[in-house]
């Protein structure tokens, strides 16, 4: 079955480290996206890419920094200029432009 | 540039109907609505695109007025399955970027 899969499900972070989260689609999507979710708030757009090689700062990029080199990955990561990285991160995929989001399980992500 | 979504909360028996509304002060091109039950990644439901255009579910209906930027998602004949946190995306000016801004969301509970 296609879809996003997103590891791990859950992360500790030490201070002063950087911490990576993954995130693997096999839908074939041009674009993916990684959002941010803080408990009884919206999503918040981290980064954005709709081509390979290329992406685009969200809302709230700083601290965040991402790659895009094959189509089908789309890593996030979280180094430690984020000083309050705890939160729930959620990636997704389209076809790009006005289509439907695809979402994967998340990671939750929480400070040591 | 945060759309607002009314209610925030809203409990509902079974067979009852709801209207979640979405405003924005700033123009939109498309509004996109997801509905996230507790702890899992959100789950598309709907795009409304300015002129009309609707891709989406068959059993939740919307509404877009582009004159007073806000969208209105219609729940008929409440499930229990309906429960969960609905939230609207808006994409603003000409679009058809997929970047998304959402709402703060609104919680749904559905009693048998």
Redesign the interface.
Known sequence: DGGITQSPKYLFRKEGQNVTLSCEQNLNHDAMYWYRQDPGQGLRLIYYSQIVNDFQKGDIAEGYSVSREKKESFPLTVTSAQKNPTAFYLCASSRGGIQPQHFGDGTRLSIL | Q?PVQSPQAVILREGEDAVINCSSSKAL??V?W?RQKHG?????LM?L?KGGEQ?GHEKISASFNEKKQQSSLYLTASQLSYSGTY?C?T?LGS???????????TTLQVKP
């Open positions: 945060q091109y498309s996109h997801y899992e990644a959100p789950v598309f795009i695109l891709k939230f995306g994409e679009g058809n970027t997929g970047k998304l801004i959402f709402g703060q969301g």
